[in-house]
């Protein structure tokens, strides 16, 4: 199935990467339904995880701050450094708290996620010189994501336990199924 639509370029684009797509796409599924399954748990595993990437950032901008003594903005170096220790202690080590402000973040994430994605199928879709197949998906997937930002913010707080888990599955779902579909039109043409 030849489209005439679908620029050489694009289609060769996705092509030439098709298993990338695929494998990605099918890594999203698991794991989103894995988080869906388990969207408390979910939703600790991404708050410890993030507590882990503050402890090795404020460990290695404090290591620089200590290095680098002689320069005039090492001290205020080593207070973000010691900020980022904090922050990441808080996070990595007392698994329930934190959750508010963290699915606070995952939801403006999510809105702008679905934004960005909303554009590529704008982009992408029938009519425009850069169709591509799986351009509704696309979009089904950013109005689903910013739908769920949009959630997240609106049951705040009483969501925070678990729909940051359910919420990150139901995304990393639909931003799977996308890839795959997307990998699957691209195998026909």
Same mark, same amino acid.
């Given at each position: 199935?030849?489209?005439?639509?679908?620029?050489?370029?694009?289609?060769?684009a996705?092509?030439?990467?098709?298993?990338? &797509?695929?494998?990605?796409?099918?890594?999203?599924?698991?794991?989103?339904?894995?988080?869906?399954?388990?969207?408390?748990?979910?939703?600790?595993?991404?708050?410890?995880?993030?507590?882990?990437? &503050?402890?090795?950032?404020?460990?290695?901008?404090?290591?620089?701050?200590?290095?680098?003594?002689?320069?005039?903005?090492?001290?205020?170096?080593?207070?973000?450094?010691?900020?980022?220790?904090?922050?990441?202690?808080?996070?990595?080590? &007392?698994?329930?708290?934190?959750l508010?402000?963290?699915?606070?973040?995952? *939801?403006?994430?999510?809105?702008?996620?679905?934004?960005?994605?909303?554009?590529?199928a704008?982009?992408?879709?029938?009519?425009?010189?850069?169709?591509?197949?799986?351009?509704?998906?696309?979009?089904?997937?950013?109005?689903?994501?910013?739908?769920?930002?949009?959630?997240?913010? *609106?049951?705040?707080?009483?969501?925070?336990?678990?729909?940051?888990?359910?919420?990150?599955?139901?995304?990393?779902?639909?931003?799977?199924?996308?890839?795959?579909?997307?990998a699957?039109?691209?195998?026909?043409?």
């Amino acid at each position: 199935m030849d489209d005439p639509n679908i620029p050489s370029d694009l289609k060769r684009a996705i092509q030439d990467n098709i298993r990338q &797509f695929r494998t990605l796409g099918i890594a999203l599924i698991v794991l989103g339904v894995a988080a869906i399954l388990f969207p408390l748990f979910a939703s600790i595993a991404i708050k410890v995880l993030l507590g882990w990437f &503050f402890l090795l950032t404020g460990g290695a901008v404090l290591w620089h701050a200590f290095q680098a003594r002689d320069w005039s903005s090492a001290l205020l170096s080593g207070l973000v450094g010691v900020v980022h220790l904090a922050i990441g202690v808080y996070l990595a080590f &007392f698994p329930l708290t934190g959750l508010i402000g963290l699915t606070m973040l995952m *939801a403006i994430v999510f809105l702008f996620q679905g934004a960005l994605e909303a554009g590529m199928a704008w982009q992408h879709r029938p009519g425009h010189g850069n169709a591509g197949p799986g351009w509704a998906w696309m979009g089904l997937s950013a109005a689903v994501t910013i739908v769920l930002g949009l959630m997240l913010l *609106a049951g705040l707080p009483g969501t925070a336990l678990w729909a940051l888990g359910l919420f990150l599955g139901i995304n990393f779902l639909t931003s799977g199924i996308s890839f795959v579909v997307l990998a699957n039109a691209a195998s026909k043409f």
